[in-house]
């Protein structure tokens, strides 16, 4: 299957010259053209109507008082939720979805990241890994959202969401390979820890895949990746050419590209640039924000003054809600009805902002009560967190116990922990390597890099830990080596 950047190059170049009209078309002209100032073929003002007619504000009345609107004429966008923090249904219309065999399968993946979050944090702090990143504390906002949309449809991470890869079927030996950079990681060794990618499970990797050009042999790897919000523009070029794809194919199935992101990133200009282009082009992507009151050190307060994220979706002309992120269902209903409006007639965004708590440090490399009090943190870990309140719906619902919340934490505990201690046991990936998947044979350059390297390798052995490496010094065996 074609990932979503090539469908988007492949299918413009072999559409008709029709469908490369309609694809370059603004969908917001069609609802211009029952505009019907627009439709009489022209853009000026009707005399004494009362309607705007400018170009730029086609709904907008005239009106003669001077007034400036400000932010507080405006209520905050309320809170979507299903069940309250201690996990009592407060919406009446609410009934479960799936079955509670699902419901415990959604608990126990809920549990398996903070269980591994809190091994890898320690693993960090120990040294046997660089560097590590939990999800504490947001873990529904991710299996949630996750549960309820098609395992094709192609989701962009920002790096807080192991629960999205656990959900859609990473398995353990994947999540350690990555994290101890050994020789079975898909992306090969070459990112920081929590940089996941998984193309099988169309979570972005390898989006590009081999275009060979000459000799370059561009592998564009797609993994989760620091830079912030750039997953943003590529989710809504994705969705993009899936809308195309559909256009040229009526049997296609229909798909919707996913974006999650930080309120943190939603300062970054690819985040404008990412609503704007799906807005005017009717991307059918669902954005989902997390907002857990914290980027890094910088609390919301000083990172935005208008109703949070979910008021810039309004903004932008994107149907958008504000749900509880520490309520599963709540998370679980809005993603649903977000898929299926996305998908409507030519497909549009949809943004879903959802309200959680960072619980943890933002990382490993920080230390938050520099700057948050100890007790805001105990106080939200005690008031509220997503995992307790699923239990609590589920002890409720007569489907779950401490017996089987404890022996659920003991396997998952040993599963984990057996994964760890084989992925950490494992080679590296061979020390050649680096040197490929740029181009499609070594340039000269290259090869004299590599044999410089090697003969380092040889003179200081005991400085470099080379039988930890699959293959040792002899990947670098052979002409290329050897020049
Ligand atoms: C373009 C860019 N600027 C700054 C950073 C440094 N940085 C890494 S994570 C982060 C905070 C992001 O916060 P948010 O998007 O709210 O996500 P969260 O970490 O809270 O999940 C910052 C500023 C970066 N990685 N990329
Ligand atoms: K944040």
């Known amino acids: ?3 979503p950047l090539q469908m988007s190059s492949r299918v413009l170049q072999r559409a008709s010259p029709s469908l490369r009209r309609l694809a370059a078309s603004r969908k917001p002209c069609l609802s211009v053209v029952s505009n019907p100032i627009r439709t009489a073929g022209s853009l000026s003002q009707r005399p004494n109507s009362g309607f705007v007619s400018f170009p730029g504000a086609l709904k907008s009345s005239f009106t003669s008082s001077l007034k400036f609107e400000t932010p507080d004429s405006y209520t905050a966008l309320p809170t979507y939720r299903v069940v309250d923090q201690d996990g009592q249904v407060v919406d009446p219309s609410f009934s479960p979805d799936i079955a509670d065999e699902a419901v415990i399968k959604l608990y126990k993946d809920m549990l398996f990241i903070s269980i591994m979050d809190l091994i890898m944090f320690d693993a960090q702090r120990q040294g046997r890994i660089s560097f590590y990143m939990v999800s504490a504390g947001e873990e529904a906002v991710s299996v949630g959202t996750s549960s309820v949309l098609d395992k094709e449809d192609v989701v962009f991470c920002q790096y807080r969401e192991q629960g999205i890869f656990k959900e859609r079927g990473f398995t353990t030996e994947q999540f350690m390979s990555q994290l101890f950079a050994n020789k079975n990681d898909s992306g090969r060794g070459r990112n920081m820890p929590i940089h996941y990618g998984c193309k099988p499970l169309n979570i972005v990797s390898a989006l590009g895949s081999r275009v060979a050009t000459n000799r370059l042999t561009l592998v564009v790897k797609h993994t989760v990746s620091s830079p912030l919000a750039t997953q943003l523009p590529q989710a809504s070029g994705a969705a993009y050419a899936l809308k195309l794809q559909r256009l040229q194919d009526p ?10 992101f930080g309120e943190g990133a939603a300062s970054e200009g690819d985040f404008h640039a990412a609503l704007n282009i799906a807005a005017t082009r009717s991307c059918p992507v669902v954005f989902i924000c997390r907002n857990n009151g914290y980027a890094i050190s ?9 109703d949070g994220i979910a008021s810039r979706g309004i903004g932008y002309g994107i149907d958008t809600i504000r749900i509880d992120g520490n309520d599963i269902w709540a998370v679980r209903e809005a993603t649903k009805k977000a898929r299926e409006m996305a998908l409507q007639g030519g497909g549009k965004p949809v943004l879903i902002e959802a309200m959680t708590y960072r619980v943890s440090h933002h990382s490993t490399s920080d230390d938050s009560f520099a700057y948050r009090a100890r007790v805001e943190v105990e106080d939200w870990k005690r008031r509220d967190n ?4 699923l239990r609590k719906w ?9 017996t089987m919340e404890k022996e659920t934490r003991a396997s998952l505990r040993r ?7 084989e992925a950490e046991r494992e080679k590296k990936p061979p020390i050649s390597s680096m040197f490929e998947d740029v181009y499609e044979e070594l340039t000269d350059d290259l090869k004299e890099q590599m044999g410089q390297l090697r003969a380092m390798l040889e003179a200081y052995p005991e400085e470099y830990d080379i039988g930890s490496y699959d293959g040792g010094i002899d990947s670098l065996e052979g002409e290329m080596g050897r020049r």
């Not at 049997?251 to 999650?260: D, L, S, T």
């Not at 599963?415 to 201690?421: D, G, V």
């Open 251 to 260: 049997n296609a199935k229909p798909r919707v590209a996913v974006a999650f």
């Open 386 to 389: 997503p995992l307790t309140r």
């Open 298 to 306: 910088t609390p919301t307060l000083d990172q935005y003054r208008g």
């Open 415 to 421: 599963e984990i922990l057996k994964a760890f201690a």
């Open 1 to 3: 299957m074609l990932n």
């Open 394 to 402: 589920m002890e409720a619902k007569g489907c779950w116990d401490e």
